[in-house]
């Protein structure tokens, strides 16, 4: 009876941490911060005429008129629709002018993430304790706990990529099941009934309609898909060797035919998502790039080829800009807002009240910690499926939801370090890391706890780790304290992730690095 409440009441603790920091005093400041100003105004706009329109100027308050002082011209917004659809989900239920009305959205999709999360870490590991570890773990990760309590794109883009990785997951799921039923069998037929698949090509799809940095997980995932194809193939014909099977098609050319039926499957649903969300444009004569006459599908390519133009070229200098290499140890966070007083302050140092995704230190640089150990054992497995030449390389449980959780986390931050035309990228993009960091770092304190990794009816220990019942008990000693150490961390930083007035001195306490100031 307790395993069976624990299986509800750990989880549902998870969420409501999550939703603490995320909701505690949301409207604070109650003013549009960093590139609210951009994203809000054109959330607000759109639900009025289906596109985003001009404001008459960059003021940041939205008190009363001003909330709603925006023209009708179109304004050459950047990114797609959907992520400020979504923000206006919040502006329906609380009002424009209103912090809660343009961050509630955001906060929420930050909290679904976390219980996103924790049903990854089931689905991969089938331990509750390493999901609710995950799940804890990305509650109290500073720099997702800030882009989920401002009204920007990425914490949207975040959830989505989850969710479309947990689909990806599923779709692994139903396929090894039905490999499983006919390995004993000569045929390897393609398979074209994949709805897990096709719900990840639609998600993936929704995550490039908030920002085209969605298409980068989509890409990966992909190629992850028709990788594991071709070993489990490879692995099926070596089995059947000297039947009728080996003088079918091999399994090189097999699985380049079901990675044509995946890119079926997946692309048209992604694309038709991402259709979708221009709807509004598309309805309207007035959006930016319409010109009377002009077939919308001319114009909207038109519009894409001029916001393909400006990221590619955006290179203006920002004293928050930060090289790619920087975001896994966030070394150069980018401050969303700050200002300083002295009067009427009650200390004497004088107060600040902030807002910077500074990282929780336990969780950012364990998670890269975590992920290094990970690709170690992945390469240590990748060699000794070489030796063996059976394909057998994602069989191990524990192997396959390492090569899993690295795909998630090289899909949001490769790319970047690959991009040389743009200078202008910055920490904050790195949140979209940061659900798979932490199942990485849950991974390992799993392992490091005895917890075996299990993958449906497979098992495996992991790491080769002295078994002793004593030395057993220590780690998991260690791990609470971690835990909790971490939690502790959330509560010291939190002031400086919300805008809490604090005295400048505790501020100060806080950067520990050149580069957080």
Known sequence: M???????????????????????????????????????????????????????????????????????????????????????????????????????????????????????????????????????????????????????LDGFLTLAVALGALFVWRDHEQVSEQWRDRQRGERTPILWRRPWLVAAGATFGAAAAIKWSGLYPLAFFLVLVTIRDLLIRHRIHRRTSGTAHRRRTGPAAQSLA???????????????????????????????????????????????????DWHSTLSAPHPYQSHPITWPLALRPTAMHEIRWESGCPWSTGCVSGISPLPNPLVTWGGVAALLILAWLVARALVRALGKRDGGLLASPVIAASVFVLTGYLSGWLPWMLILSRSAVFQFYAVVLTPFSALALALLLGMLCGIPIRSDRAGSAGLRLDPDPVVVQSRRAAVALFLAFAVTLAVLFFPVWSGVPVAEWFWRVHLWLPGWA
């Open 258 to 308: 079901q990675a044509a039926v995946t890119g079926a499957l997946a692309l048209p649903a992604a694309a038709l998502v991402y259709l979708a969300s221009w709807t509004g444009w598309i309805a309207s004569s007035g959006g930016w790039g319409r010109e009377p006459g002009t077939p919308w599908p001319v114009s909207l390519a038109r519009y894409h080829a001029e916001m393909l």
């Open 2 to 152: 307790f395993a069976r409440r624990l299986r509800w009441v750990a989880p549902v603790l998870v969420l409501g941490i999550a939703a603490v920091l995320r909701f505690w005093a949301l409207g604070r400041p109650d003013a549009l911060v960093f590139d609210e100003l951009y994203y809000v105004r054109d959330a607000i706009s759109q639900l009025t005429y289906g596109y985003p329109t001009v404001w008459p100027d960059s003021e940041p308050g939205m008190a009363g008129g001003r909330a709603t002082a925006f023209t009708g011209d179109a304004s050459n917004a950047v990114h797609p629709p959907l992520g400020k659809w979504l923000i206006g989900l919040g502006i329906l239920v609380f009002g424009p002018d209103s912090g809660w009305g343009w961050r509630s959205a955001v906060a929420a999709a930050g909290v679904a993430t976390v219980g996103v999360t924790m049903r990854l870490g089931w689905l991969l590991t089938r331990s509750l304790v390493i999901a609710c570890m995950a799940g804890l773990l990305l509650a109290v990760d500073g720099v997702h706990v800030v882009l989920t309590r401002v009204g920007l």
